[in-house]
């Protein structure tokens, strides 16, 4: 059974960098014809793509991040990671991460549980 | 980017009733190969997104024959056909077909 569990910092100050981890269970990270994907969730702009990696490894970003968005993964601790720089409260949001079942029909199957991660200082 | 758009934004339901949910893009979501690029999900109270439809029509893995999707190129539509208390909660529809995928804003179903 496809597992994801986000991990990471709860709170995170202002102009500093969000930083978490996904971490997969039930399947390989560094198999098949899928994507692995950060998705955030805020009162003010919904549900918001963030970006993907796909198992060889080559990424794509949602351009209103503006650049600070990077996307790694770990196939050896079948984890993958989100680095969010010079943060804001408007990147206040709960972030999940997703599997995108890629195919040539992007859809996201297996959920992770969700982290509240709060800019403030 | 496609901008998405739902009505409505907000839906009283009777259970046993049918409800449906319209979304609209601002592109055509047809692509060359034929299928529509609109999948559907929904946000149960405090639980993640699940996927319900994907590629316009095509019922998720475990999802109720209840749930129906249908529709072409720019409009579409998720119909419940008979509302059960637990179909309560946010549906959401997004559009796969190019980056940078998009949602729409969401349709709160409660029960009357």
């Known amino acids: 059974q496809v597992q994801l569990q986000e991990s990471g910092p709860g709170l995170v100050e202002p102009s500093q960098t969000l930083s978490l981890t996904c971490t997969v269970s039930?399947?390989?990270?560094?198999?098949?014809?899928?994507?692995w994907t950060w998705i955030r969730q805020s009162a003010g702009k919904g549900l918001e793509w963030m970006g993907r990696i796909y198992t060889g490894g080559t990424t794509t970003y949602n351009p209103s991040l503006k650049g600070r968005v990077t996307i790694s993964s770990d196939t050896s601790k079948s984890q993958f990671s989100l680095k969010l720089t010079s943060v804001t409260a408007a990147d206040t949001a709960v972030y999940y991460c997703?599997?995108?079942?890629?195919?040539?029909?992007?859809?996201?199957?297996?959920w992770g549980q969700g982290i509240l991660v709060t800019i403030s200082s | 980017d496609i901008v998405m758009t739902q009505s409505p934004l907000s839906l009283p339901v009777t259970p046993g009733e049918p409800a449906s949910i319209s979304c609209r893009s601002s592109?055509?979501?047809?692509?060359?190969?034929?299928?529509?690029?609109l999948d559907w999900y929904l946000q149960k109270p405090g639980q993640s997104p699940q996927l319900l439809i994907y590629l316009g029509s095509n019922r998720a893995s475990g999802v109720p024959d209840r749930f129906s999707g249908s529709g072409s190129g720019t409009d579409f539509t998720l119909k419940i056909s008979r509302v059960e208390a637990e179909d309560v909660g946010i549906y959401y529809c997004?559009?796969?077909?190019?980056?940078?995928?998009?949602f729409g804003p969401g349709t709160k179903v409660d029960l009357k």
């Open positions: 997004l559009q796969p077909l190019q980056p940078p995928f998009t």
């Open positions: 592109q055509s979501l047809l692509h060359s190969n034929g299928y529509n690029y």
């Open positions: 039930g399947v390989s990270i560094s198999s098949g014809d899928v994507y």
């Open positions: 997703a599997r995108d079942t890629g195919g040539g029909a992007t859809r996201f199957d297996y």
